[in-house]
């Protein structure tokens, strides 16, 4: 407390300069940390750097411009973000469907097959399309999802207190000690088996509240393609945050 006060309070970040770019770099003070460490989220593309309690923020900035190359070069292996917007292609349930504007009067969202091909209807003005379509993809995801566990609430023979969406970047679902389950409203980007899979792997802790080989015997039990949703979470489900 006393070192924080003597050297007035952190920035939140730093601008630092690479090859004539600015890059925004995010400042994160903890305690525990024995040095300072640079990541670059797969989910969001932030830069974020870690400090010990008695390293300064001229160390820091230091450290990361002698970090710039670094930076750039993880930066630039980000797959671009993929804005709600009028013709954006995104993944609903796992398969390419195109935004299409098809009027400035307020209508429903809603999915429709245009030359053969999945789109996303929206009536709306151009600005409020993003809204649009966020909110129609968090009522699809609601629905499977209530699906899912009426499904599995069958199965166990017991079911989750509530259920909440979010959009949440370090974890696709959790359960508290309540029983109430929290599930990312990104899963409905997912192919069916990856949501179906989250919500059998968090009802599972309604019995069993850990990751011991008795819970995952139990979410076998329930789910037949648990290795598969696995791998595809692992290769894809970073991306997933880049839509939106």
Known sequence: ??????????????????????????IRRRPTA?????????????????????????????????????????LAKMPE??????????PVRGVPHRIMHRAARSGATRFETVADAPVISVACDAPHIGRRVADFLKREAQRDIVEAVARYTDKLGQGPTRITLRDTRSRWGSCTARGELNF????????????????????????????????????????????????????????LHRYG
């Open 34 to 74: 024995r040095r300072l460490t640079l990541r670059v989220s797969s989910a969001t593309g932030e830069v974020v750097m870690t400090l010990p309690t008695r390293t300064s923020v001229a160390v820091a900035r230091t450290f990361a411009v002698s970090h710039g190359g670094w930076i750039a070069a993880r």
């Open 81 to 90: 973000r993929v804005l709600f917007t009028a013709d954006a292609v995104l």
């Open 184 to 239: 990312s409203w990104r899963l409905i980007l997912a192919p069916p088996l990856v949501l179906d899979y989250l919500v059998a792997h968090e009802m599972g802790h309604l019995r069993e509240m850990n990751h011991s080989q008795r819970f995952w015997t139990l979410v076998g039990s329930l789910c037949p393609h648990v290795d598969e949703a696995e791998r595809w979470l692992k290769r894809n489900g970073a991306g």
């Open 1 to 26: 407390m006393r070192l924080a006060l003597l050297r007035g309070a952190d920035p939140d970040h730093l601008d630092i300069v690479h090859a004539g770019e600015t890059l925004r770099v995010l």
